[in-house]
């Protein structure tokens, strides 16, 4: 439809014989208050070259645009502006043609023969997944669906930091104390029972520091392929992969390869010698290899220490290598917290100056931290939230409502329930700006009123039940003008691909999630404005019941919340 407009304005500043501006499309605005048109043209900045005020401009241009073509039903001025008004009817009437046509697949873009390697979530495997985690995989998950809506291919891809001295913490403590148990003896989730293990090492540290100077020894050995070591390092790193294992399967994410450093990290070493014998890195005087960033004001970083042993950076230069080999992608996007710019940053320009990949094609996606609101739940670690736990109390707070409506089998009140739970907690992480700080607020997230995931969910399951419900299904008739709020809902649908693409370029979901809320809200003015079942028009007003189901469930897939057809 943009397209249209600045084909109306091209000819129409030919005919005024002006010189047609490079930025037009950036020119054309959405206005706020559809009642100001669906497209607006502020005339100022042509006031210099013609000479004549805006206000002017708008009214001669507004002249040459003759008769619009059947796509805008009218085009006035106000003041400066050109305003254009879509034809509703004729919009609604092919959006509705579309949508049915199009279904699941309405917003997404043809395949672009382009492809994105996305990591997340990348946990370390000496304790369990936690609040950031669900944060991280809530983003990631979101940003690979909007990619493929957008027509990318995708790969997830998941690094299990699964080596390093945090690794052996875990397996020092229950090598001393853990007297051979096992999770199944222990009855708890096996990536818990591991996490345990490192919080008790943090307790016994206090007690005697000579235990940081062993997990030091102990890293050696393992690196070193001591066999008794690996068999514990295995043994334990089974329990927590597979404990990982299951909370992605509840949250909702697939992974499609998985990568560990363990395989990895020695690789690195390699690299970085070469870099040296170039001349890209230093050896500085303690032996450490080092890269100076000061040009780019990163400063001086380790890249390799004294003693050879490889840090975090070394590993991630191999991997990222090694994504490229693999895969070929023409974007590759890292998703962490923000704590990790500035190793970010590092790594990339380390990779663009050992010229292993363009820089142009990585992406450090950094979220910001996400806490519970003071004094709240403070898991087995004191610091840190459970994301198991988070999971497990939201879906009993949200148990405990459906309970209050009605009495539901076991098995249904546990489905469901949980899909309200996940939409609460997904939503609650998304509508938030990806870079900002949150606080995560289990009661207020699971509302069915206000800006909140059950709030849409039951906004979708109204429009099923009115679908449900309407019979027969007779002709669908258009008045000579749409209600307000049958326009506005249509103008709401007809925004949902320029969302989509939008979400896609400001790698932001946030904008998807709030689309869904205002998406949902309009629906449910024009469900309390306009009458359905006893309507002349309830064949129209069916129609637009169920292309706002559609799309609403769309957008929805794309923040990967189910919809339920029943709350
Ligand atoms: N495991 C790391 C952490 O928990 C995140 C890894 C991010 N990915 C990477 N390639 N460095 O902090």
């Known amino acids: 439809m943009k397209q249209i407009v600045i084909e109306i304005i091209e000819n129409a500043l030919k005919e005024l014989d002006v ?4 930025n037009l499309s950036t ?14 043209f ?11 005020s805006p206000q002017q401009i708008a009214t001669d241009l507004r002249e040459l645009m003759h008769n619009p073509p059947e796509e805008f039903e009218e085009i006035q001025t106000s003041g400066p502006y050109i305003n254009f008004y879509l034809n509703r009817k004729l919009l609604a009437q092919n959006l509705i043609q579309e949508i049915k046509d199009k279904g699941n697949d309405f917003g997404s873009a043809e395949a672009l023969n382009k492809k994105l390697v996305i990591e997340f979530p990348s946990p370390n495997t000496n304790k369990p997944l936690h609040l950031g985690h669900l944060r991280n995989m809530a983003i990631g998950e979101s940003i690979s669906r909007i990619a493929q809506a957008n027509g990318y291919e995708v790969v997830r891809a998941n690094l299990n930091n699964d080596r390093g001295v945090h690794i052996c913490k875990s397996m020092l403590a229950y090598q001393r104390w853990g007297e051979g148990k096992t999770p199944i003896d222990a009855e708890e989730k096996s990536d818990h029972f591991v996490g345990d293990f490192y919080v008790k090492f943090a307790e016994e540290l206090k007690k005697d520091s000579k235990l940081e100077e062993e997990s030091q020894e102990m890293l050696k050995k393992w690196e070193a392929g001591d066999s008794e070591i690996i068999a514990l390092w295995k043994k334990m790193n089974a329990w927590a992969l597979d404990g990982f294992k299951q909370t992605y399967k509840k949250f909702g994410i697939t992974i499609d390869k998985e990568y560990f450093e363990s395989q990895i990290y020695k690789e690195g070493k ?3 010698l070469g870099g040296l014998e170039k001349g890209i890195f230093q050896k500085r005087e303690d032996g450490a290899i080092v890269i100076n960033l000061e040009d ?7 890249l390799l ?6 840090i975090y950076i070394t590993q991630d230069i191999y991997l990222a290598k090694v994504k490229f080999d693999d895969f070929n992608p023409d974007e590759s996007v890292y998703v962490t917290g923000n704590e990790q710019e500035y190793h970010f940053k590092v790594l990339f320009s380390v990779l663009d100056k050992l010229g292993l990949t363009d820089k142009e094609k990585l992406k450090h996606l950094a979220y910001g931290m996400v806490n519970l609101p003071n004094g709240r739940m403070k898991s087995r670690e004191g610091t840190v939230v459970d994301a198991d736990d988070l999971i497990s109390e939201i879906q009993s707070l949200v148990k405990k409502e459906l309970e209050a409506r009605d009495t539901l089998e076991e098995k249904e009140l546990e489905n469901r329930s949980l899909k309200i739970s996940l939409s609460a907690l997904k939503y609650f992480l998304l509508k938030v700006d990806v870079k900002r700080d949150m606080v995560f607020n289990p009661e207020e997230s699971i509302s069915f009123e206000g800006d909140t995931g059950p709030y849409c969910q039951y906004s979708y399951a109204r429009a099923s039940s009115i679908m449900r419900k309407a019979g027969e299904k007779p002709e669908v008739i258009y008045p000579e ?5 049958e326009a506005e809902l249509i103008l709401k649908i007809n925004e949902f691909k320029k969302v989509v693409a939008d979400a896609y370029r400001t790698m932001n979901p946030a904008l998807v999630a709030n689309y869904a809320y205002k998406l949902s809200q309009v629906f449910n003015e024009f469900y309390h404005s306009c009458s359905v079942i006893d309507s002349i028009y309830k064949g129209l007003r069916l129609e637009l019941t169920d292309s706002f189901r559609q799309v609403l469930k769309n957008a929805l897939n794309l923040l990967g919340i189910q919809v339920i057809e029943v709350m």
């Open 19 to 22: 010189s047609v501006p490079e």
């Open 27 to 40: 020119l054309i605005e959405t206005p706020k208050d559809y009642t100001n048109g669906d497209f607006a």
């Open 42 to 52: 502020a005339c100022f900045s042509l006031a210099k070259e013609l000479k004549k």
């Open 270 to 272: 390699d690299i970085i």
């Open 296 to 302: 780019e004001k990163l400063g001086e970083k380790v």
């Open 305 to 310: 220490r004294s003693d050879g042993t490889s």
């Open 481 to 485: 003008e749409l209600e307000d709020k």
